[in-house]
C-alpha cells in the first residue's frame, strides 16, 4: 500500500506549530496589558537549550525532543523515522557539546531543503539560499536566544550571527525553513524573485510591495506538489528519508 513520503508528512502540518513559526517571522507580536503575563510558550525549548550545553546526553536527548515538539515533529514522524531522528539528533549534540564532533553549516540547510525540492520535483521558489537561511535564523533569535546560535550584540543580515549551528539548532532551522516554504510568502521566492525584491527593499527604503503575482496561490502549489510527488513512494522511502536529510546535514551517526 503506497504511503506518503515523509517529507510531505513533515511539511503538511503547517495548521498547527507551522503557522505559528509563520507569524513569528512575520513579526506580528502582543504586547502586554494590565494583567501579568503568562509564562512564555517558547520558554521550556530555550531552558532545554541552555541545559544542553552541558554535554550530558540525557539534557541533549530532553533537548530533542522539545525541539520536535515546537517545530511540530511529533505528529508527522511517527514509529521509527521519529525516534532515530530523537536519538541520532540527541547524540550528535551531546558530543557536539562535548567537542567531539563539528558543527552544522548553514550551507548545509541549503544543500538539504534544496535536495528535497529536487528530488520532489518542487518549483524553484521552493529552494532556499544562504540569505534566506540567516534571514530566517535572525528571524527566530529574539524567541529563541538560547537555541540560535549567537556572537553577541544586535544581528542583521550577514552579520553578528555564527554561520555554524549545533545539531539541534541545525534540525531546529531545517523543520522552522520547511514551515515558511509553505506557508510564508516571504520565503516563497524564486532567485530572480528575491533579488528584485531585495534591490527595491535597498533602494525604495520599503519590502512592503508585492513580491510574487497575487493570483498566484503558492502554498497551496506547494501542497499539491508535494501530493504528487508522494503518490508512488512507498512506505520504505519514508522510512530511509530520515536517514537521507540526516545525513545531507552532516549529523553523524
Known amino acids: 500500500m503506497k504511503k506518503r513520503v515523509l517529507f510531505c508528512m513533515l511539511v503538511g502540518v503547517i495548521a498547527s506549530a507551522g ?9 506580528h507580536a502582543v504586547e502586554a496589558q494590565n494583567n501579568p503575563p503568562a509564562p512564555h510558550p517558547l520558554a521550556a525549548i530555550n531552558q532545554k537549550a541552555r541545559f544542553a550545553r552541558s554535554g550530558d546526553l540525557k539534557d541533549a536527548q530532553d533537548y530533542i525532543d522539545e525541539v520536535v515538539r515546537v517545530v511540530a515533529f511529533d505528529g508527522v514522524l511517527r514509529g521509527s523515522p521519529l525516534s532515530v531522528i530523537k536519538d541520532r539528533v540527541g547524540r550528535a549534540e551531546s558530543q557536539f557539546r562535548r567537542g567531539q564532533t563539528a558543527a552544522i553549516s548553514e550551507g548545509k540547510i541549503v544543500r538539504t531543503v534544496n535536495g ?3 528530488k520532489f520535483k518542487m518549483p524553484d521558489y521552493v529552494k532556499t539560499c544562504s540569505y534566506e537561511v540567516r534571514k530566517l535564523r535572525i528571524a527566530l533569535l529574539q524567541n529563541f536566544p538560547q537555541v540560535i546560535s549567537q556572537t553577541g ?25 520547511l514551515h515558511q516554504k509553505v506557508a510564508n510568502p516571504e520565503f516563497q521566492m524564486t532567485p530572480t524573485e ?18 510574487v503575482d497575487p493570483a498566484q496561490d503558492r502554498s497551496r502549489e506547494v501542497r499539491d506538489a508535494l501530493d504528487r510527488a508522494a503518490a508512488d513512494a512507498s512506505m ?12 545531507t546535514m552532516g549529523i553523524e551517526r
Open 19 to 27: 503557522l505559528a513559526s509563520f507569524w513569528l517571522i512575520r513579526g
Open 116 to 118: 528535497l525540492a529536487r
Open 153 to 177: 550584540g544586535d544581528v542583521s543580515v550577514g552579520s553578528k550571527l555564527d554561520p555554524q549551528m549545533s545539531p539541534a539548532e541545525a534540525l531546529f532551522v531545517l523543520g522552522m525553513m
Open 194 to 211: 528575491r533579488a528584485n525584491h531585495w534591490a527595491n527593499a535597498h533602494n525604495h527604503g520599503s519590502d512592503s510591495g508585492n513580491m
Open 236 to 247: 520504505s522511502d519514508a522510512l530511509h528519508l530520515s536517514d537521507v536529510i540526516l545525513n
